[in-house]
Structures are given as C-alpha cells and as structure tokens.
C-alpha cells in the first residue's frame, strides 16, 4: 500500500490550506492516520493524527489552527491548515500505523513523499 500526499503550496501568513492523502488501496483501514512535518535542520514532528474510531490529537503548536478529518466513504485524510505561520513551513508527510497513533515517526509503517508547505511573511 502507498499513499500519497497533495495540496501543499506558498501561503502568505495568516493564510490557509489544505492538504489530502489518499492511499493506493481503497480497502486500506490503518488504525490510525497522521500527519507528520519537517522543518530544514529539524526532527520530523507529528502534527495530528486520527484513529479508525475517530478519535483525534493534536500537537500544542497547531490545536485551533489546523484540522484533520478523515473521509471514510474515499479513503482520503485531510489536514485543514488556517492561520499559517512562517513556523509551519515544512515538508509534510500523511503516514499510516497499524498498532498506535503516537507521534513517534519510527512507529509508523507507511509514509507518502511529502508535499511542502512555505509561508512567507
């Protein structure tokens, strides 16, 4: 199974955007799906994340600002991102984990490319 990310882009600040992931299989039903991001010279962080239940969490950073949701009847994650900051800039990567929804990146099995988000001032 892969999946794939889109939508990322350039914001200017206090702008929005969402981004999409959908997997290669439409039977795919991973525990939980999360998304990921990493700035240059940082460590990847996780963002948010969703559990097949529907329960959601959220980093400190991000609580009101973004948004995860998960279209089950598609099999597509989204992350509504508003309110950006320059400190949102990153690579974004939608993972997936069988076992957990924490946001450890090691504990995940399967990973997009990534699609970049840069905001300016």
């Known amino acids: 199974v892969q999946v794939a990310e889109s939508g990322g882009g350039s914001v200017q600040a206090g702008g929005s955007l969402r981004l999409s992931c959908a997997a290669s299989e439409y039977t795919f039903n991973p525990l939980c799906m999360a998304w990921f991001r990493q700035a240059p010279g940082k460590e990847r962080e996780g963002v948010a994340g969703?559990?097949?239940?529907?329960?959601?969490t959220y980093a400190d950073s991000v609580k009101g600002r973004f948004g995860i949701s998960k279209d089950n009847a598609k099999n597509i994650l989204y992350l509504q991102m508003n309110s950006l900051t320059p400190e949102d800039t990153a690579m974004y990567y939608c993972?997936?984990?069988?076992?957990?929804?924490?946001?450890?990146?090691?504990?995940?099995?399967?990973w997009g490319q990534g699609t970049q988000v840069t905001v300016s001032l």
């Open positions: 969703i559990l097949s239940d529907g329960d959601i």
């Open positions: 993972a997936a984990d069988q076992k957990s929804c924490r946001p450890d990146p090691a504990t995940y099995d399967y």
